[in-house]
């Protein structure tokens, strides 16, 4: 790793958080920062507009009806009573204003931030003098809430005393970058002084459960420069994989019954750990931690032991929707190629997880692949999590329904919501990205960027109607004209590839078909890493347009998935389809797409806020698996399943001929 700051490429752009201090080694790539992008397009504008005006708010107005802010009016001596709820809850408030303060970044609003302000002071009320922050103990140390462990730090992989304290800094950071102010910053730096003098080779030896806390000391170590919360990041790390058991669940928990150490990525050190198993929250957020440390520190086997781990879950454990954690009752990896569909958990936090976890393994590495699987997770996986009010969600993502799931308003255990709304608010960082060698078109986004440098700005755009359709405009125009290049995804699937490996493959082997024109002239297309190179001297009104054929696609799963022999997916550019019942006269586990059955797609404005859906002649089976009676067969988006209620879903369809 260079031991130069990277913020920028040769062209003396600068894409770094503009508080951020400059740091000894960091990631050669950069994404732009999400406030410099403009989304524009049809798609994405509107669903980021009711994170913004409706799920926002929500999540500000639950956590009060829920008592998760009267536990910090409680512990701050600022009202009478008793903890309310998990003992994890704090991280819900935390996360809201996360998500609140990347809005206010954007989008100034003095009445959130007023809301935001309050609730920092109630924070800070609720912080003991030595810097701890944990109202499941605070408010009544004698009698602490379930899991939370007699005394301080006393059951840590259980307690989620450490959770909590990561999601605070990533708050404060984000409050940080949003205000200017170091209000809630300072919270987060008093804790953080008390976790080092408890923490350490030479003092308590332990680690979380509930992996983030490497997270958020990484965020603290960007903004302050004190690498010692960084070393601490890494001692949480190297601690697992010598823990002999003795942490107590609450006795309701079916927890108890797992095997712990595998739970919590504990069975072995990380650096050892080649296959992904356990609660797949936790173990995205480590992956994701292993990188930033091991960039950040210069320690990059965290990182090669990181990448390895990508590559078992691509090749055996991920869902075709992105999803990941198959074992619904410990929200955890199943073995390999164990995907079932009705009963997959496949967590909304597990995908912002995976999101996250790809997009540092893109930074680091600059290969396409690791979008294609965050755009796959992004449009599927993830964005199925939220209803298209923006007021309902789903915590687990099957991909078959029996039809008993509904969207829900809220759950006591309620990490996904705000999970969701923090991931959308900073959504357009994932868009461009720069490095030492140019401009990184990731996400094909009706979009604006402004990149500013001392001797040229550049105004990056985008117009697409994706990913209803595959056509893209960029239009460069530099201040003054200026050689550079510029890195342009070309996705797996527009190459007929599904996702990296062979653990899904189209049922036609056929190539895609993609061309792109740079001011009008076809250019051959030469593919480094799944990006095409264009490098000139750009001058303004310069354009690439691509086109990317997006034709209906099946899809046939590794044979080693047993639930999917013999059944067949639909694809069209990056989204998954699914039927639901509610279109396919209330069945959707029986339907049969022969192969032979021509499929067409169009556009219906009229239900569920506009999409594009399928249709092709089918069958609806028997009992016995057998043909039965012939009919049409109607696919949406799997991410708009149940916002119309309870019924049937599959996304594996029977292959009839």
């Known amino acids: 790793m260079k031991k130069t700051f990277l913020f920028f490429f040769f062209l003396c752009l600068t894409f770094s958080y503009s508080e951020e201090i400059k740091l000894k080694n960091e990631y050669p790539i950069r994404p732009v920062n999400f406030w410099e992008v403009k989304v524009e397009d049809k798609f994405w504008k509107p669903r980021l507009e009711v994170n913004r005006n409706i799920t926002i708010p929500y999540l500000l107005k639950m956590n009060e009806e829920t008592g998760r802010v009267d536990n910090f009016r409680i512990a701050g001596g600022l009202k009478k009573g008793r903890h309310i709820g998990k003992r994890f809850n704090d991280s819900d408030v935390f996360k809201a204003i996360e998500a609140a303060c990347y809005s206010l970044k954007s989008f100034p609003d003095p009445v959130l931030k007023k809301q935001v302000d309050e609730l920092i002071f109630i924070i800070g009320k609720a912080q003991e003098p030595d810097g701890y922050i944990f109202t499941a103990r605070t408010i009544d140390p004698n009698n602490p809430a379930p899991g939370s462990g007699k005394e301080r730090w006393s059951n840590l992989l259980v307690s989620h005393e450490l959770y909590n304290m990561g999601h605070l800094y990533e708050a404060a950071v984000a409050h940080f970058w949003a205000t200017g102010e170091k209000s809630l910053l300072n919270i987060a730096i008093k804790n953080a002084e008390l976790l080092l003098k408890t923490f350490g080779p030479d003092k308590k030896r332990a680690f979380p459960g509930h992996q983030e806390i490497e997270i958020g000391l990484a965020k603290l170590y960007r903004v302050t420069a004190n690498k010692n919360y960084l070393k601490l990041a890494k001692f949480f790390l190297d601690e697992r994989g010598h823990y002999q058991g003795g942490e107590v669940y609450p006795e309701d928990s079916p927890f108890r019954i797992y095997n712990l150490r595998e739970y919590c990525q504990n069975h072995k050190p990380v650096l050892e750990q080649e296959e992904a198993v356990g609660h797949a929250v936790r173990a995205t957020y480590m992956y994701s931690g292993m990188l930033d440390v091991g960039v950040l520190g210069g320690w990059m086997e965290y990182a090669e032991a990181s990448k390895r781990l990508w ?14 954690g198959s074992k619904g009752e410990y929200e955890a990896f199943g073995e390999n190629y164990e995907l079932p569909n009705e009963d997959a958990y496949a967590e909304t936090c597990a995908s912002v997880g995976n999101i996250l976890w790809n997009q540092r393994l893109f930074q680091l590495e600059g290969d396409g692949k690791y979008i294609d699987v965050l755009e796959r997770i992004l449009y599927n996986g993830f964005l199925s999590g939220v209803s298209l009010s923006g007021d309902k969600f789903f915590y687990q993502n099957p991909l078959a329904s029996k039809g008993e799931l509904e969207r829900s308003s809220w759950f006591e255990v309620a990490c996904c919501p705000s999970n969701l709304a923090r991931l959308l608010a900073s959504f357009p960082q994932f868009i461009y990205a720069t490095s030492e060698d140019g401009i990184f078109v990731n996400l094909f986004v009706g979009s604006r960027a402004n990149l500013k440098s001392k001797d040229c700005n550049i105004e990056l755009s985008q117009k697409t109607n994706y990913p209803w359709e595959g056509s893209v405009k960029i239009r460069i125009n530099p201040s003054s004209e200026k050689e550079f290049k510029i890195f342009i995804r070309i996705p797996g699937w527009a190459l007929g590839k599904t996702i990296p490996s062979n653990l899904y493959s189209y049922l036609d082997k056929k190539d895609g ?3 792109v024109k740079l001011n009008g002239k076809i250019i051959p297309l030469k593919l480094e890493k799944g990006y095409l190179k264009i490098k000139r001297k750009w001058k303004k009104g310069d ?4 086109k990317f054929h997006m034709p209906i696609r ?17 694809e069209r550019g990056p989204l998954v389809f699914c039927a639901e ?4 006269g209330r069945n959707a586990l029986k339907l049969a797409i022969p192969d032979s059955s021509q499929l067409i797609s169009h556009f219906r404005k009229e239900i569920l806020k506009g999409v594009l859906v399928i249709e092709g002649n089918g069958f609806l089976l028997d009992e016995r698996g057998e043909k039965n009676i012939e009919q049409r067969i109607f696919l949406v988006p799997y991410f708009s399943w149940a916002n119309r209620g309870k019924g049937e879903m599959a996304v594996w369809l029977f292959r009839k001929n």
Do not use: F, M, Q
Request: glycine share 10%; aromatic share 2%.
């Open 311 to 324: 590559k078992n879950v691509v090749e055996k454990k991920i869902y075709l929707t992105g999803g990941i």
């Open 513 to 515: 078909n993609v061309s």
């Open 543 to 546: 354009s690439i347009e691509i």
């Open 554 to 570: 099946r899809v046939l799963a590794h044979e080693n998935i047993l639930e999917n022999r013999g059944k067949v997916a639909i």
């Open 581 to 584: 019942g509610i279109d396919n």
